[in-house]
């Protein structure tokens, strides 16, 4: 074998290696998500959120927070800032969630109350059966 044919053959594997590592993203990125993650969901029990209090939780590999509010009962929001992406702290001295990286500040229903936040936190849906609550 002479120095043409492996110099060639060289490159013909970087190359295929380069277009595959520039591809593969790309396509993961327009695919749609599988089923699995579409449908998650999680049952926590109503005794472990009490009134006034809040439980951190994961539905669909996204960090959340359940509060149990004395006025509208239990209420699921996405922890994850819509700034940049920090996860939100519950203040429940101030009925509020607070971003601690740029001080972004929600209500309790996940609406902007102020700060650079372009838009409000990710609800999940919260169904009460029997002693459980079931979120997503």
């Given at each position: 074998m002479d120095r043409r044919r492996v110099l060639k053959s060289l490159l013909v594997l970087l190359g295929s290696a380069l277009s595959v590592s520039l591809i593969y993203p790309l396509v993961r990125y327009l695919a749609p998500p599988s089923g699995a993650e579409q449908g998650g969901k999680v049952t926590i029990k109503k005794s472990e959120v009490e009134v006034g209090s809040s439980k951190d939780i994961v539905v669909r590999n996204i960090p959340a927070i359940v509060i149990n509010t004395p006025e509208k009962g239990f209420i699921a929001l996405s922890k994850v800032c819509t700034h940049l992406g920090c996860l939100v702290q519950y203040e429940k001295s101030k009925n509020r969630l607070l971003c601690p990286c740029h001080g972004g500040v929600?209500?309790?229903?996940?609406?902007?109350?102020?700060?650079?936040?372009?838009?409000?936190?990710?609800?999940?849906?919260?169904?009460?059966?029997?002693d459980s609550v079931v979120i997503g």
């Open positions: 929600y209500n309790l229903e996940g609406t902007v109350i102020s700060g650079p936040p372009p838009k409000p936190l990710q609800k999940f849906a919260v169904k009460v059966e029997g």
